[in-house]
C-alpha cells in the first residue's frame, strides 16, 4: 500500500476555535458544510473529503472558509451519514465503525456530490481535498470529468494500485512522525509517482505528527508554522492546476 490503514492516531487531536462561516446546504443529496468566496463564484469548486470526524467538525469548516477566501466554492459533505468518530473518546472501538465506512458507502456518496457541483452548482473544474481518511477517496476518483486536481495531508488507507492509477496533478503534505504514512510508504508513493510520470508535490513537515493539517495543537508555534503552510501548499497547488 501507499499508506497503512487508519489507527488511533486518527481519532485524537486538538479542536480548534472560531466561528464558521458557511451553512449546511444538500448537495446532490447529501448534507454538505457549504463556503462560498466573495464573488459567489462556483466554476472553480473544491470538495473537501474529511477525517473521521465529519463535515461538522468545526476544524474542518474553518478549513473549508479558508479556501472560500482565497476565491473557491467549497463543499464537505457528510461522509458518514451522521454516524462520525468522537474526538479522544478513550475506548471507543474504531475499527468496529470502519466496516461500516468502506468504499461501498464512502465511494457513492463521493460521486453523487461531485457529479452534483459539475451539473447542478455550475463548476467547472473540481479540486479535491482529503484529509487522513478522506485521502483514499481523492486518489480513487482523480481522473477528467472527476476530481482533476488532488491534494491530500497525512493519507491513510490508499492502496498503491490507487495511486498508479490517478490521472491528474497531486500534492501530499506530510507529517515526520506518522505511523501511518510512515517513510517507507512515502518512498514508496514517490516511486509510483515517478513511475507512471504523474505532475506530484510532496512536502515533508519535521516535528508534526499524523492529524496536523486538521487538528493539530496550534497553541505550539512549529504545529501552526506546518499546519498553516500545508493549507498554503493546497492553495497554490490548486491555484497553478485547478483555476483557468
Known amino acids: 500500500m501507499a499508506s497503512n490503514p487508519p489507527g488511533k492516531c486518527c ?38 473529503l474529511t477525517d473521521v470526524f465529519g463535515h461538522e467538525f468545526i476544524n474542518s469548516q474553518l478549513i473549508a472558509d479558508q479556501y472560500a477566501a482565497n476565491g473557491y466554492y467549497v463543499v464537505v459533505p457528510d461522509l458518514f ?16 465503525w ?11 456518496i463521493v460521486s453523487a456530490v461531485v457529479k452534483a457541483l459539475r451539473a447542478d ?3 467547472k473544474r473540481v479540486g479535491g481535498v482529503g484529509y487522513c481518511f478522506g485521502a483514499k477517496y481523492v486518489v480513487r476518483a482523480l481522473a477528467p470529468g472527476n476530481i482533476d486536481v488532488g491534494y491530500v495531508a497525512h493519507p491513510s488507507f490508499v492502496d498503491a494500485d490507487e495511486l498508479r492509477a490517478i490521472k491528474g496533478p497531486l500534492s501530499i503534505a506530510a507529517a515526520e512522525t506518522d505511523d501511518i504514512f510512515p517513510a517507507a510508504k512515502r518512498r514508496e508513493s514517490e ?6 510520470k504523474a505532475t506530484y508535490q510532496m512536502s515533508l513537515f519535521s516535528g508534526v505528527e499524523h492529524g496536523f493539517a486538521v487538528r493539530g495543537d496550534v497553541s505550539k508555534k512549529h504545529v501552526r508554522y ?3 503552510q500545508a493549507f498554503y501548499q493546497a492553495v497554490a497547488w490548486f491555484d497553478e492546476h485547478l483555476k483557468a
Open 11 to 48: 481519532t485524537v487531536g486538538v479542536k480548534h476555535e472560531g466561528a464558521a462561516q458557511g451553512k449546511l446546504e444538500q448537495v446532490g443529496g447529501i448534507e454538505s458544510y457549504v463556503a462560498y468566496p466573495a464573488d459567489k463564484s462556483t466554476e472553480n469548486a473544491i470538495v473537501i
Open 81 to 96: 451519514n451522521k454516524d462520525t468518530v468522537p474526538l479522544n473518546m478513550a475506548g471507543f472501538d474504531f475499527m468496529g
Open 98 to 108: 470502519l466496516q461500516n465506512h468502506l468504499v461501498p458507502n464512502v465511494e457513492p
Open 121 to 123: 452548482k455550475g463548476a
Open 191 to 196: 516511486d509510483i509517482l515517478v513511475d507512471i
Open 226 to 228: 506546518a499546519k498553516e
